[in-house]
């Protein structure tokens, strides 16, 4: 259906429109192996199996975690459960959901495992887009398609067990089969999205890369350090700086913009709260802007995509993660967040 957004005409797809059981009349045929069992692999594999499609695993044996964990979910070995060599034979529809690192390393494999007709299907860009420094360049005849769920895979699978959905983009890249479209709807209903926007490869790419160095996890890391540094700087408790920095955002006032919308927000709040924010939005916004533009570029421009294959590659990645995670998990703000959560009324007790 169309939609206006703020003015601009997009089309999207609903559960309404392309139903659950016309996903399941496209794909009756298909063998739909999901390559990796990190972080999206498990919601929307076990989302497809719920909704009965016919799903296999690839993950790597030696990556003990995952293996285990897909055991855990109910995938069994040598019927369900295969190596990546083993179910990228026996697919017609590969979900390559690998690391983007990982997809460049086992892309020469993969691609002699490609037959013609087969769907190439990814949740993310970066592969196809950054092809010249991946080499992730698809055969002329297969399909190579995009269902990109807009969150993680624990909100992908939260979301569908109770019912309402995730949304996602969809895109198309190569359409050899004249199917690539129903395929790549029929793909997004499966693995639970409450409705579909399209998009490019492109486009995905750059905006996810973007946002989530941006506002989604970067910035709003960076800003909330800055606040909390802030007060503590001028003899604020941690507790207080905590609550007024991130327990009140978190716990009350994310959960009513995310249902009401900005505008409710400010309408519904003392008139100190809404003078003060609509004042203040203008300095933060003329204040960031520039940082976007900067970051954006570095995103186009395929800098963040080489500073991402060169880190992950490394030998030494996990260590090195591991390190820097635990510096953030051990810096005071995280460690007085730890102790809040506790007090929170659901963990009383535990």
Same mark, same amino acid.
């Given at each position: 259906?169309?939609?206006? *957004?703020?003015?601009?005409?997009?089309?999207?797809?609903?559960?309404?429109?392309?139903?659950?059981?016309?996903?399941?009349?496209?794909?009756?045929?298909?063998?739909?192996?999901?390559?990796? $069992?990190?972080?999206?692999?498990?919601?929307?594999?076990? !989302?497809?199996?719920? @909704?009965?499609?016919?799903?296999?695993?690839?993950?790597?044996?030696?990556?003990?975690? +995952?293996?285990? =964990?897909?055991?855990?979910?109910?995938?069994?070995?040598?019927?369900?459960?295969?190596?990546?060599?083993?179910?990228?034979?026996?697919?017609?529809?590969?979900?390559?959901?690998?690391?983007?690192?990982?997809?460049?390393?086992?892309?020469?494999?993969?691609?002699?495992?490609?037959?013609?007709?087969?769907?190439?299907?990814?949740?993310?860009?970066?592969?196809?887009?950054?092809?010249?420094?991946?080499?992730?360049?698809?055969?002329?005849?297969?399909?190579? #398609?995009?269902? &990109?769920? =807009?969150?993680?895979? &624990?909100?992908?699978?939260? !979301? *569908?067990?109770?019912?309402?959905? #995730? @949304?996602?983009? +969809?895109?198309?890249?190569?359409?050899?089969?004249?199917?690539?479209?129903?395929?790549?709807?029929?793909?997004? #209903?499966?693995?639970?999205?409450?409705?579909?926007?399209?998009?490019?490869?492109?486009?995905?790419? $750059?905006?996810?890369?973007?946002?989530?160095?941006?506002?989604?996890?970067?910035?709003?890391?960076?800003?909330?350090?800055?606040?909390?540094?802030?007060?503590?700087? /001028?003899?604020?408790?941690?507790?207080?700086?905590? /609550?007024?920095?991130?327990?009140?955002?978190?716990?009350?006032?994310?959960?009513?913009?995310?249902? @009401?919308?900005?505008?409710?927000? $400010?309408? !519904?709040?003392?008139?100190?709260?809404?003078?003060?924010?609509?004042?203040?939005?203008?300095?933060?916004?003329?204040?960031?802007?520039?940082? *976007?533009?900067?970051?954006?570029?570095?995103?186009?421009?395929?800098?963040?995509?080489?500073?991402?294959?060169?880190? /992950?590659? &490394?030998?030494?990645?996990?260590?090195?993660?591991?390190?820097?995670?635990?510096?953030?998990?051990?810096?005071?703000?995280?460690?007085?967040? &730890?102790?809040?959560?506790?007090?929170?009324?659901? /963990?009383?007790?535990?």
């Amino acid at each position: 259906m169309k939609m206006d *957004f703020g003015g601009t005409m997009e089309d999207v797809i609903t559960r309404e429109e392309f139903s659950l059981q016309r996903a399941r009349e496209v794909l009756k045929d298909e063998v739909i192996a999901v390559l990796g $069992y990190g972080v999206q692999g498990p919601a929307q594999s076990l !989302n497809m199996r719920d @909704n009965g499609f016919q799903v296999i695993i690839g993950q790597r044996p030696e990556e003990k975690d +995952y293996w285990e =964990k897909a055991q855990r979910d109910g995938w069994v070995v040598g019927e369900t459960l295969y190596t990546l060599d083993q179910a990228a034979e026996k697919a017609t529809i590969i979900q390559y959901l690998i690391s983007d690192a990982g997809q460049m390393k086992y892309w020469p494999t993969l691609k002699e495992k490609l037959h013609p007709g087969d769907a190439l299907y990814f949740s993310h860009g970066f592969s196809i887009v950054y092809k010249d420094q991946t080499g992730v360049k698809p055969p002329k005849d297969i399909d190579v #398609i995009l269902v &990109a769920p =807009k969150g993680s895979g &624990a909100s992908v699978r939260r !979301n *569908f067990l109770d019912g309402s959905g #995730i @949304n996602s983009s +969809y895109a198309i890249f190569q359409d050899a089969t004249g199917k690539a479209l129903d395929r790549t709807l029929a793909l997004g #209903i499966a693995v639970g999205s409450g409705y579909l926007f399209h998009t490019t490869f492109e486009n995905e790419v $750059y905006s996810d890369l973007t946002g989530e160095r941006g506002v989604l996890m970067g910035a709003l890391e960076g800003l909330l350090e800055a606040q909390y540094n802030c007060l503590r700087k /001028n003899g604020h408790s941690p507790s207080e700086s905590f /609550n007024e920095t991130v327990e009140e955002l978190t716990q009350s006032l994310i959960k009513l913009v995310a249902e @009401n919308g900005m505008d409710w927000m $400010y309408a !519904n709040c003392s008139t100190t709260a809404q003078r003060g924010a609509l004042d203040w939005r203008h300095e933060f916004r003329e204040a960031v802007l520039p940082v *976007f533009d900067k970051l954006y570029q570095s995103v186009k421009k395929g800098v963040e995509t080489q500073i991402v294959l060169q880190a /992950n590659s &490394a030998p030494d990645y996990r260590e090195k993660l591991s390190a820097e995670l635990k510096e953030l998990r051990d810096s005071e703000m995280w460690k007085v967040g &730890a102790t809040v959560r506790s007090l929170r009324p659901e /963990n009383w007790g535990k």
